[in-house]
């Protein structure tokens, strides 16, 4: 049985980290994900990294893909690209508003080649003319501090100044962002055989991770608290490393309580319900606090398994080796000819039908060859792009 996007094939023109991982995950479905690189390749291959030989995000955020080198500044490349695009279903950049149209990739142009192209362009801050930052440069931290989430997670921790979340969350959100658009773009070309030019952005992907406090009702003051913030549940030290507790339900409340030796709270009416305790957090967490102190982290999260949301706080490496992880198979094994064998992230979701492998991020240019041969190229014309430094 094929995969769900089986014979959808995607030109991926996206460099850094949100773009490249949402058509990642369109090839995590079974799409043909083709990168399409300048000659100096995604600009993410070239920054610092701990991993010899290769960049350690390039590899997270690029599986499932070929590469191959194409040069759209070179008008042989460029005619090159414009072959590739009459045969295929989808185009992903991550350009700023104004270069599209300067190298001649804008949608009005490719989808005269391509009717029905579903033509996915990904900004900082969105496209209309009428936005100040339109074409200022955007990145996930720059986001982060410019909607709030920089702020909020400053005030979250206490910390007396605006914090940035680790690990690109606005970048990574914003890749589910861009799969949405253009899987609900390829639906409705099924059932219109329309094609159309789709928009994603950090801007929007930012605020829309906030949804839940992004609420400004007409009575209230502009400057107002709409988190919770600071709660009786938490992160506190144990005997040995730290555990994480959340009791919002009366069940876990009561459990908690019993395991920490604590049953008078559990039966105490100024703790017998979750805004009752948010409120009284400051009587509560002392509480909480010295009893967690009495045994390790992991000794609290075997005891209270399946009866207190707890887990002992752990690195990102205990994840290659955790059973519950292997359990799910989130981990697979690769071979890269610079990198050697390397373990890395598998498919975010799991489909009953049509899974396909994963498959190692590409070096650069690894496939240009086999990629222009697909699309009906000859080896002697492809020689010819490599001469006038089309291709490579």
């Given amino acids: ?81 414009y072959r590739l695009v009459e045969k295929v279903d989808v185009v992903v950049h991550n350009f700023r508003p104004a270069v599209p149209d300067r190298l001649g ?39 982060q501090c410019f909607t709030g989430l920089a702020a909020a997670q400053g005030a979250w921790t206490g910390a007396g100044q605006p914090q940035i979340l680790a690990n690109s969350i606005v970048d990574y959100y914003s890749a589910s962002m861009v799969t949405i658009a253009i899987l609900s773009a390829l639906v409705h070309r099924l059932r219109t055989g329309e094609g159309q030019h789709v928009k994603a952005s950090l801007l929007r992907s930012a605020i829309s991770l906030q949804s839940g406090t992004f609420i400004w009702a007409e009575s209230e003051p502009r400057n107002i608290q709409r988190t919770w913030g600071q709660s009786f549940s938490g992160i506190f030290p144990a005997k040995d490393g730290f555990v994480f507790v959340q009791a919002t339900t009366p069940p876990f409340w009561k459990a908690l309580c019993e395991s920490l030796g604590l049953v008078e709270l559990a039966e105490d009416p100024r703790y017998d319900t979750v805004k009752k305790r948010h409120e009284r957090k400051d ?63 598998g498919k975010a979701v799991q489909m009953e039908v049509g899974e396909k492998p994963t498959t190692r991020a590409p070096m650069l240019g690894e496939h240009t060859h086999e990629v222009l041969a697909q699309f009906g190229f000859s080896d002697d014309q492809i020689t010819a792009l490599r001469a006038k430094g089309a291709v490579a």
Wanted: a negative charge.
């Fill in 1 to 81: 049985m094929t995969a769900g996007l089986e014979g959808i094939v995607v030109l991926d023109l996206t460099a850094y980290l949100a773009g490249p991982y949402g058509c990642a995950l369109l090839g995590d479905v079974g799409a043909d994900v083709i990168k399409i690189e300048p000659p100096a390749g995604d600009n993410t291959r070239n920054y610092p990294s701990t991993l010899a030989e290769e960049n350690r995000t390039f590899l997270g955020a690029n599986r499932n893909k070929r590469s191959i080198v194409l040069d759209l500044k070179n008008p042989d490349g460029l005619a090159a690209f």
């Fill in 105 to 143: 990739i804008d949608y009005d142009t490719l989808r005269l080649r391509r009717p029905g192209l579903i033509y996915c362009s990904f900004t900082g801050y969105g496209e209309n003319e009428n936005g100040p930052l339109r074409d200022h440069p955007g990145f996930d931290t720059m986001l």
């Fill in 283 to 345: 009587e509560i967490r002392p509480l909480l606090r010295e009893g967690l102190k009495q045994r390790t982290a992991l000794e609290w999260e075997r005891l209270m398994l399946g009866k207190v949301p707890c887990v002992a706080v752990r690195s990102m490496e205990d994840m290659f080796d955790h059973p519950q992880v292997l359990a799910e198979g989130i981990v697979v094994e690769h071979e890269h000819p610079k990198v050697g064998r390397y373990k890395s992230m």
